[in-house]
Nanobody, 121 residues
């Protein structure tokens, strides 16, 4: 059973920074991509940033220039450095990964439990 454990959420003032971490544990042969999504109050879940096994990244327009996604392959961990936070960044942030447990099967997907980020003065 593969699990994702997120950490790093909390309360921060506008303009502040937070760093989220997400560690994947369990039987993983290969990770295709890891990403961060968020769901704000009354909103749909949206992609924030993602990073592929090869290191390519994609960001939502609303966070470009402020957020940076990175990964540590040895630890199967992905990070989201969030700078210049705004009240509209307030949301539950979820980690997601697509992975394989063997070369003979397709990709599987798993979600973390979510971590709350609140940006408020």
């Amino acid at each position: 059973q593969v699990q994702l454990v997120e950490s790093g959420g909390g309360l921060v003032q506008p303009g502040g920074s937070l760093r989220l971490s997400c560690a994947a544990s369990g039987s993983i042969l290969y990770i295709n991509a890891m990403g961060w999504y968020r769901q704000g109050p009354g909103k749909d879940r949206e992609l924030v940033a993602a990073i592929t096994g090869g290191g390519s990244t994609v960001y939502a327009d609303s966070v470009k220039g402020r957020f940076t996604i990175s990964k540590d392959n040895a630890k199967n961990t992905v990070y989201l450095q969030m700078n210049t936070l705004k009240p509209e960044d307030t949301a539950v942030y979820y980690c997601n990964t697509n992975y394989k447990q063997s070369w003979y099967e397709g990709y599987r997907e798993v979600w973390g439990q979510g971590t709350l980020v609140t940006v408020s003065s």
